[in-house]
């Protein structure tokens, strides 16, 4: 919830009135013949409202005063959310209404330096995971890769043999992917010798060390079965 028009003076009035609403709406407790409790959690950017028993969802009120309904679906990172309801009319943005048509966001630089998402940036990541579960992909436009800029191909950007630079993505996004690739595999050599090993010879060593370690098992189980000798 964002609070909008609100005179500065009186935002802990309204808190008061909303908090009001929320605990006269929450359902009774069959047991007891009482509405449900709740608790209030507050940090530097909102303020929660918890019911004290799942599902019922909890109220977060944004502590910060906006001008107008504008001014809020204007601050909203993702495209599909770019949307709210004031009590009387559904107001939405154009991007909002094309994202629930195509199921795609858009990605601008908003989603990582956006104003209201300083206290969750670090969290940014499992916000936009949250909502492609849900089915919205993101898009990246080819007119802002564009303005990335690309590694020389006289730089080497694989570990991998026999591999020809040129047929390479060589933009900063790729680059980065082949290099963490090429840090896991070291990681993974240096755990297990196996991977040191030219690729078609890897198969055969991880078949004689299952093979091994089978053995090893049924030699333990052999042992575990015989019966213990006594003085």
Same mark, same amino acid.
């Given at each position: 919830?964002?609070?909008?028009? !609100?005179?500065?003076?009186?935002?802990?009035?309204?808190?008061?009135?909303?908090?009001?609403?929320?605990?006269?709406?929450? /359902? !009774?407790?069959?047991?007891?013949?009482? =509405?449900?409790?709740?608790? &209030?959690?507050?940090?530097?950017? &909102?303020?929660?409202?918890?019911? @004290?028993?799942?599902? #019922?969802? =909890?109220?977060?009120?944004?502590?910060?005063? %906006?001008?107008? /309904?504008?001014?809020?679906?204007?601050?909203?990172?993702? +495209?599909?959310?770019?949307?709210?309801?004031?009590?009387?009319? !559904?107001?939405?943005?154009?991007?909002?209404?094309?994202?629930?048509?195509?199921?795609?966001?858009? %990605?601008?630089?908003?989603?990582? #330096?956006?104003?209201?998402?300083?206290?969750?940036?670090?969290?940014? +990541?499992?916000?936009?995971?949250?909502?492609?579960?849900?089915?919205?992909?993101? =898009?990246?436009?080819?007119?802002?890769? +564009?303005?990335?800029?690309?590694?020389?191909?006289?730089?080497?950007?694989?570990?991998?043999?026999?591999?020809?630079?040129?047929?390479? /993505?060589?933009?900063?996004?790729?680059? *980065?992917?082949?290099?963490?690739?090429? =840090?896991?595999?070291? %990681?993974?050599?240096?755990?297990?010798?196996? *991977?040191?090993? /030219?690729?078609?010879?890897?198969? +055969?060593? *991880?078949?004689?060390?299952?093979?091994?370690?089978?053995?090893?098992? @049924?030699?333990? @189980? #052999?042992?575990?079965?015989?019966?213990?000798?006594?003085?």
């Amino acid at each position: 919830m964002y609070l909008y028009g !609100v005179d500065p003076a009186a935002p802990t009035d309204k808190l008061y009135e909303i908090e009001k609403v929320f605990a006269a709406n929450l /359902p !009774v407790d069959p047991q007891t013949g009482s =509405r449900l409790s709740y608790g &209030v959690l507050r940090n530097e950017v &909102v303020v929660i409202f918890v019911p @004290e028993r799942f599902p #019922h969802r =909890r109220l977060q009120v944004f502590l910060k005063l %906006w001008s107008n /309904p504008m001014s809020v679906l204007l601050n909203i990172g993702l +495209d599909q959310i770019a949307l709210g309801y004031n009590g009387e009319d !559904v107001l939405m943005l154009p991007r909002a209404a094309r994202a629930l048509v195509t199921g795609y966001t858009t %990605w601008t630089m908003d989603l990582t #330096h956006l104003e209201t998402l300083s206290h969750r940036q670090l969290a940014q +990541d499992q916000y936009l995971f949250k909502y492609a579960e849900q089915g919205y992909g993101l =898009r990246i436009l080819p007119s802002y890769m +564009d303005t990335l800029s690309e590694t020389p191909v006289s730089v080497r950007t694989t570990m991998e043999p026999n591999v020809d630079e040129s047929m390479l /993505p060589r933009d900063p996004l790729n680059v *980065f992917l082949r290099e963490e690739r090429a =840090r896991i595999a070291w %990681w993974i050599a240096s755990k297990n010798e196996t *991977f040191l090993l /030219p690729f078609e010879d890897r198969l +055969d060593a *991880f078949k004689e060390s299952m093979s091994s370690d089978f053995e090893d098992i @049924e030699a333990s @189980e #052999h042992q575990s079965r015989m019966p213990s000798a006594t003085a």
